[in-house]
């Protein structure tokens, strides 16, 4: 923790820091408690949501009046404000007043994938000195796989703005050796076929991700009472190597581009399709603020994307993300879970 509030975060001591999330996910506990404590910073606990409680203006108030240095949040939270106030116009007297967004120097996004078009609204929206970070990790690691590394001072591509290629989640921290294994249905050979694809390039081959052993400090060393789980899950198809789940490729510099996880690749005719690379084609289109790509059964191709809907709003989890299953199961004419978030959102409407 003491490493990445430095090296990743640069979060110095004395200063404010705000992860946007809750102690019931990794985020709370590694970056709303112990990082910034272990900095000598001050944290910040917010319990309310970026829109709604009461509105989108909420997280630029608590920007502006903690004077916060650092903040972290999740594509979904970005994409709640874009889409219930685009332009800012309700947050404008805390970004552009005193103090405004003058102690802000850097935000990360993390959780799942960025779109590029969030990252381009975000980067249009804040001022033109903050650093914006896209990292990628997951609850088992404790800390990013990838990341810009703001404590170099080679450890970004750009001194601001967004501060690696956007859409890509940075490069591999020191002490993570990422790898990249054909992605196919019975592959468990942990050969790298690492492609590198030059930027602009249009074919992104999808790729599944897996870090080389031994796992850095931070990392976690098995399940609750299930030791024999831990291992057939993480370690067993890859040979000495721990296996993401994610997918991705690799550009010719060396950023890492995460897609999807391995169970959203949809089988359409036998072409493997990443939900999120469809997803991130709909969100380059200007009107639209959020989507979900879902597939629909189909007796002959097994997947079909046949029928785009617009809604108001989607269905999200408690913790802003949209809720899939729910959707896939609607489309199927399934029955639909509904969970406690789903109704209050029924509610509000």
């Given at each position: 923790?003491?490493?990445?509030?430095?090296?990743?975060?640069?979060?110095?001591?004395?200063?404010?820091?705000?992860?946007?999330?809750?102690?019931?996910?990794?985020?709370?506990?590694?970056?709303?408690?112990?990082?910034?404590?272990?900095?000598?910073?001050?944290?910040?606990?917010?319990?309310?949501?970026?829109?709604?409680?009461?509105?989108?203006?909420?997280?630029?108030?608590?920007?502006?009046?903690?004077?916060?240095?650092?903040?972290?949040?999740?594509?979904?939270?970005?994409?709640?404000?874009?889409?219930?106030?685009?332009?800012?116009?309700?947050?404008?007297?805390?970004?552009?007043?005193?103090?405004?967004?003058?102690?802000?120097?850097?935000?990360?996004?993390?959780?799942?994938?960025?779109?590029?078009?969030?990252?381009?609204?975000?980067?249009?929206?804040?001022?033109?000195?903050?650093?914006?970070s896209d990292t990628w990790w997951q609850t088992e690691t404790g800390w990013p796989i990838t990341s810009s590394c703001l404590g170099y001072e080679d450890g970004c591509a750009n001194t601001q703005g967004?501060?690696?290629?956007?859409?890509?989640?940075?490069?591999?921290?020191?002490?993570?050796?990422?790898?990249?294994?054909?992605?196919?249905?019975?592959?468990?050979?942990?050969?790298?076929?690492?492609?590198?694809?030059?930027?602009?390039?249009?074919?992104?081959?999808?790729?599944?991700?897996?870090?080389?052993?031994?796992?850095?400090?931070?990392?976690?060393?098995?399940?609750?009472?299930?030791?024999?789980?831990?291992?057939?899950?993480?370690?067993?198809?890859?040979?000495?190597?721990?296996?993401?789940?994610?997918?991705?490729?690799?550009?010719?510099?060396?950023?890492?581009?995460?897609?999807?996880?391995?169970?959203?690749?949809?089988?359409?005719?036998?072409?493997?399709?990443?939900?999120?690379?469809?997803?991130?084609?709909?969100?380059?289109?200007?009107?639209?603020?959020?989507?979900?790509?879902?597939?629909?059964?189909?007796?002959?191709?097994?997947?079909?994307?046949?029928?785009?809907?617009?809604?108001?709003?989607?269905?999200?989890?408690?913790?802003?993300?949209?809720?899939?299953?729910?959707?896939?199961?609607?489309?199927?004419?399934?029955?639909?879970?509904?969970?406690?978030?789903?109704?209050?959102?029924?509610?509000?409407?």
């Amino acid at each position: 923790m003491k490493y990445t509030a430095d090296k990743i975060y640069d979060i110095p001591p004395g200063s404010t820091w705000w992860a946007s999330s809750e102690f019931g996910w990794v985020v709370g506990h590694s970056y709303c408690c112990y990082a910034p404590l272990l900095q000598r910073a001050t944290t910040i606990i917010y319990e309310g949501k970026p829109v709604g409680t009461p509105d989108a203006a909420q997280f630029f108030r608590v920007l502006s009046e903690n004077k916060v240095r650092g903040w972290f949040l999740t594509p979904s939270a970005a994409r709640a404000i874009r889409s219930e106030d685009p332009e800012l116009d309700l947050s404008e007297k805390y970004r552009t007043g005193r103090p405004g967004l003058r102690n802000l120097a850097n935000v990360f996004v993390a959780g799942e994938h960025c779109d590029e078009s969030t990252m381009r609204w975000l980067a249009r929206m804040l001022p033109a000195h903050v650093k914006i970070s896209d990292t990628w990790w997951q609850t088992e690691t404790g800390w990013p796989i990838t990341s810009s590394c703001l404590g170099y001072e080679d450890g970004c591509a750009n001194t601001q703005g967004c501060v690696a290629p956007i859409g890509s989640a940075g490069l591999p921290v020191p002490g993570y050796n990422v790898q990249l294994v054909e992605h196919k249905e019975g592959n468990t050979s942990s050969q790298s076929v690492d492609r590198e694809l030059e930027s602009g390039k249009d074919e992104k081959p999808l790729s599944r991700i897996v870090v080389k052993l031994p796992l850095p400090p931070g990392a976690a060393i098995t399940l609750w009472n299930d030791d024999k789980r831990f291992e057939e899950l993480y370690f067993s198809k890859y040979p000495d190597h721990y296996d993401t789940m994610d997918l991705g490729y690799r550009d010719i510099n060396g950023y890492l581009y995460i897609l999807s996880r391995a169970d959203d690749v949809i089988n359409v005719s036998g072409h493997r399709l990443s939900t999120s690379a469809l997803e991130e084609a709909c969100l380059a289109v200007d009107s639209v603020v959020d989507c979900a790509v879902i597939a629909v059964p189909h007796t002959v191709k097994v997947a079909a994307f046949n029928q785009a809907c617009f809604v108001p709003k989607l269905p999200k989890t408690r913790s802003g993300k949209i809720s899939r299953g729910s959707l896939a199961e609607m489309a199927a004419g399934k029955p639909v879970r509904v969970s406690e978030s789903m109704r209050k959102m029924r509610k509000q409407q």
